[in-house]
């Protein structure tokens, strides 16, 4: 059964880039981005993947991942999917017996950085690490496929 339970955290400082396991270069779109079911589609390190999810409901959605070729992958960006693309770089960061990955974005959503644990369940105990700030993990702002209709750029100070 395909489910993701996933929090999200803005940052409060640099110091996690101490502890990077792994870093890669993603450019994802989305053909759909209705809130029941997005489809998304992701080119990373020269792999393509076709990802379905559902309707987030606290921390938790289906989601359904599965590799597509890396040429179709760059011809559904290119020709098929909603603008602005999603482009960041995501860099893996182990702690308290977890792996974070903290998102760096660019183009329209340059200036975001977040950070995202998966978890087996809602109720998981979780240590933050000191560099983690506020919980988003229910505010919609920060969905992926949000932040195509309303890039960060488009952000005021007050929202």
């Not at 076709?50 to 960006?77: F, H, M, N, S």
């Not at 792996?99 to 087996?120: P, Q, R, Y």
Request: aromatic residues 8%.
């Amino acid at each position: 059964m395909g489910i993701e339970i996933e929090r999200k955290f803005l940052l409060q400082s640099d110091d996690w880039r101490m502890a990077v396991i792994s870093e890669s270069r993603l450019q994802q779109g989305f053909l759909s981005t209705d809130p029941q079911r997005t489809l998304r589609v992701r080119l990373a390190d020269g792999e393509g993947t076709l990802t379905v999810k559902g309707l987030t409901q606290g921390a938790t959605r289906r989601e359904y991942e599965y590799p597509i070729p890396a040429q179709d992958a760059a011809q559904l960006l290119d020709e098929l999917c909603l603008r602005p693309l999603i482009e960041k770089t995501r860099y893996r960061v182990p702690h308290a017996g977890l792996v974070w990955e903290i998102d760096v974005f660019f183009g329209e959503n340059a200036g975001l950085v977040v950070a995202e644990v998966e978890l087996g369940d809602e109720a998981q105990e979780v240590q933050l690490p000191p560099w983690v700030g506020a919980e988003v993990t229910g505010d919609p702002r920060y969905y992926n496929a949000n932040l195509i209709r309303r890039p960060f750029s488009a952000w005021s100070n007050t929202n």
